[in-house]
């Protein structure tokens, strides 16, 4: 038992070290490293960032072209700044042959996210349905939650005294049966909030791959199997409702293509190459020019460009993402790093990352300075052997323990 | 002579686990007078709502509550056994030594599960008269981690109690923060289910550190 506890103790203070130490490094020596904002001019062509209020022309290769100033930026980016050119009186009529006006821009412009930090975590197993034909003008927050039984049905229960509506439940199952959606639901996606222009109600796809729009209107069930392209089977699905009404989401297929739902029930290829919700983070930025899709994940940052009317790619610019002086300077001291949480999901769970080989050099030199203070604490050899072996392994995060826990 | 142990222990913790029992009924009851008063003042679906929209599981409040409790009634059973030196007297005891400190950890152990047991039960016995078992097992499952922090403060405070160096304790110390951190590191609702397992066998693992802190006692340690 002595033996035991004894190992536990090492093992519970190298993990501490690997979780803390790398912490109290990243807390001390902040790298500093920022991505400016990057836009697109459906004026110029060009990429334009900004940072710090300083805006330039970004090259193809990435590097910073000429400087383009605050009033000329404004020019370029008309789809951001139309509050400011209206102001003073610099908002054309038209812009590249579309008619513009403050109140067209800002009821066609959108904003669409999706993070991995939402789609990795764990749902509750009862949905909210809204009523998509609300009596009055205004939605109403959700009055039944449903869940989905292991024999293929809807249950919906009612939030007021939490009893399950049973002539509800039978019209949707009804419905479902004869649709042929196959249960288990394998993804589903709505937005219930009653801060939004309509219903898209939720986006569902099915154990078969196949993807529904389901809705309730005046308490009866709708339900749309979605006709996607050729064989694509559906992986994930992301509910869009914008003022303009044209869409109701996106959906992913199995390779990571990207899909637009519109709200014919049309489906179109988005051409922004691979995209996997579960890794990447998604920013649409939409205008009545241009669609700037951002995707960022732990590799790359890619801005592209797609035409809003056929959704194929006009211009794209990927900046790789890459490691930090801090960052590279830690990976010869920490062989390895322990964390607990992720910014791309909601789950705790141990995740031993960051391996770096270069560290190996600090751990041969602690290797050796571990031989001989234990040497001359007159230490067993195997003790010796398994310590130096340990230190080799794990590194700077054994080595103090075994200088201190003495 | 087990059943010995066990009066001596519960004569120890008898006071603290009378008040830790009514503090985390006490708080069990602040929680389901908060729901009950967002119930009555805004409707139950309010908080249907708020618990699917917004992840919150109404039980925040709580978080940290087993740790203290786990603290108090570590401190209460070990920290006599090293004031009043009865740990020597302890272990001179006609009883194999592991067995005795396990018993004695044991005897904690128990008390903290019937503490936390009926704060839980209380809970989730409101919960479940007007939520549907899929988010009262949410609550429950949300709350569990809490719950397993607590087991794993109270082992590591005893050890810290039951080493006799105080370089040591500082290091016990530090080692229990780090120990604990994991646990309370993601606030989503259940985002500990695949992680919950590994968690418990690692709390009752550091019921070890207070083995090593005897050890340690009995081979005369000091600063």
Redesign the interface.
Known sequence: ??K???I??YL??T??LA??LPWMYNLLLPDGSRVPYISYSPLSGEFIATDQGESWVVNPDGSKGRGVAVAERDSLLPQQYFVQLSNTGRLPDSILGREVSPKILKNTNFVFRSSPRDVN??F???Y?IMESRPARVDFE???E?F?TTSDGRLEF?R??D?TVNDDRSARFSKVFADRGFAFPMRDFSAN??TRKPFDAGYLMIDDNGKLYNMLQQAGMPFLKAIQLPGSVKADKALVMENPDGRHIGFVVDTEGTTYVVGSEYDVKRLDIGKFDPRRDNLLIMGSIFNWIVRIANDDQIAWKVVDPDNYSLVAEFVMPQTQSKIEQIGAYIFPFTIA??SLND?????RVENFSLSALWLNLVLALVTVVVMRRRRKQPIAVVAAAAGVLVVGVFLFIPLL??N | MTRAIFIKEWLKTRRCFIICLALALCFAAYLILSMNRVAVNKGVDHIWLIMLMKDNMFVEAMKYLPVVIAVALAIAQMAPEMSQKRLKLTLHLPYPQTRLVALMLLTGVVELLVIYCMQLSAIAIYDSTFLPHELTSRVVLTTLPWYVAGLTAYFVVSAICLECSTKRRVVLGLLGVCALYPFFVQPAPEAYNCFLPWLVIFGFATSLLSFCSIYRFKEGVQD
């Not at chain 1, 909601?346 to 141990?350: G, K």
Request: glycine share 0%; hydrophobic share 55%; aromatic share 10%.
């Open positions: 038992m002595k035991i506890s004894t536990f103790l519970l203070a993990a501490a979780w803390a975590k764990r509750a197993d009862v909210m927050d959700p009055k939650v869940r229960i939030i007021a939490c219930v909030t607990y949480d909601s789950f705790a769970r141990l201190t826990l």
